[in-house]
């Protein structure tokens, strides 16, 4: 039940240094463990596996969001601890559940088996896409989902490969926002 | 949708990330909040004008250093406190100890004055400008480090809050020091420090509305 910190660490010092198969291996790691931690707190209030999986996904992205405030200096298990426990009691107010119910308990609990790889969200982020601003939604579609490179990305939607860059950052960051209203209950 | 695709989607193309990136925004708009709280003084208040006496510039140069002390403090804690889980291991009680030293340097020119200076000492000859003008002139450093600490997720939001009105209290008592014609130690303590603390309870009640993310 231990969680593997000098792995994990290595996996986002080398994401935060741009490799993708790292990112890749790290965030999938973490949203195992994300939902087995989500799973348990809901559980005892009474929430499903569903929600569960839109706290996992809010998680994720928030952990790919704010890469830039982890400190290389602080071990990496607090740092996503503290994200996935804000995206909860975030979520729980969002969703008018008193805090009071949930005990919350310190860092290393976020390390528990992950059991149901396979579990959907409640939104589709493909459809959530779509009302995002035309170069967001363009930049994102390219470089993110076709795998284009930014400057193939830039001469597809027409704009220049600084301005792809930020549509990218700009849109994640709206789908975010979009995907956070959209798990209201 | 799966998690592994928005796994996917977030991992395809990578870009690398500038990891200094949180401290030096911080730094940068403590830096423009500065000149923002130094114009706003030197513009709406001016400088004092017997700046050229040694008595005066030796006040100006002591409550230079006490906002100097709260304003590096209150960087150093920020930029931790801006960071998710920057909150833990990070005891911040350090940054009574600009206070503590005024409050102490106050009672011990007090003790040295006879009773009949206290009040004189103490209420100055504009505390009420100073009451107002500190809050005033932090309100612009104020609102640009929340803006840099939200975009940092903070997850404590109170104490981000708290930390972003001190540095900015400090800010701008750096800037109206520039103006303020009382010298007196009493007088900075109980008007420069109690300002400084009321930025700082400001941020503190503001925080959790304003650094949500």
């Known amino acids: ?115 149901n790889v396979d579990a959907e969200s409640t939104f589709d982020v493909r459809r959530l896409m779509e009302r995002l601003p035309k170069n967001m939604r363009c930049s994102i579609e390219a470089v993110k989902l076709d795998g284009l490179s930014i400057a193939e990305a830039a001469k597809r939607c027409g704009i220049s490969e600084p301005g792809v860059k930020m549509s990218i950052h700009r849109g994640l960051k709206t789908l975010a926002a979009m995907i956070a209203r959209e798990t209201q209950a | 949708m799966k998690t592994d695709e928005l796994v996917t989607l977030l991992s395809t193309n990578l870009e690398p990330v500038d990891r200094r990136s949180i401290a030096r925004t911080i730094y940068f708009a403590l830096g423009a909040g500065s000149i923002v709280a130094l114009g706003l003084s030197l513009v709406g208040l001016g400088v004092r004008a017997d700046l050229t006496t040694a008595h005066a510039f030796m006040f100006l140069v002591m409550k230079l250093a006490f906002a100097f002390g709260i304003v590096g403090l209150a960087l150093v804690y920020l930029t931790k406190l801006a960071r998710p889980g920057g909150e833990r291991k990070t005891p911040s009680f350090l940054v009574i100890m600009p206070f503590l030293v005024i409050v102490v340097l106050a009672a011990i020119s007090l003790a040295l004055a006879p009773s009949s200076h206290w009040e004189k000492m103490i209420v100055g000859d504009q505390w009420l400008e100073c009451l107002i003008s500190i809050p005033i002139i932090a309100i612009v450093p104020f609102a640009i480090s929340m803006w840099v600490v939200r975009r940092a997720a903070p997850t404590d939001l109170a104490r981000a809050g708290a930390f972003a009105g001190l540095a900015a209290g400090g800010v701008s008592a750096m800037a109206y020091a520039l103006h303020c014609t009382d010298d007196s130690l009493p007088f900075i303590a109980v008007w420069y420090g109690g300002t400084i603390v009321l930025c700082t309870l400001a941020g503190a009640a503001l925080g959790p509305r304003l650094l949500r993310w």
């Open chain 1, 1 to 115: 039940m231990t969680i593997d910190e000098t792995g994990l660490k290595s996996l986002m010092l080398a994401g935060l240094d741009g490799d993708a198969a790292s990112h890749r291996a790290l965030l999938g790691q973490l949203s195992g463990r994300l939902r087995a931690y989500y799973r348990g707190k809901l559980a005892r209030i009474g929430r499903g596996a569903v929600e569960a999986e839109d706290l996992v996904q809010e998680a994720i992205l928030a952990i790919h969001l704010k890469r830039h405030t982890y400190d290389p200096a602080e071990p990496l298990t607090p740092w996503v601890h503290a994200i996935a426990r804000y995206k909860l009691i975030d979520f729980l107010r969002r969703t008018r559940t008193s805090v009071a119910d949930v005990p919350i308990d310190e860092a290393d609990n976020i390390a528990a088996h992950d059991d």
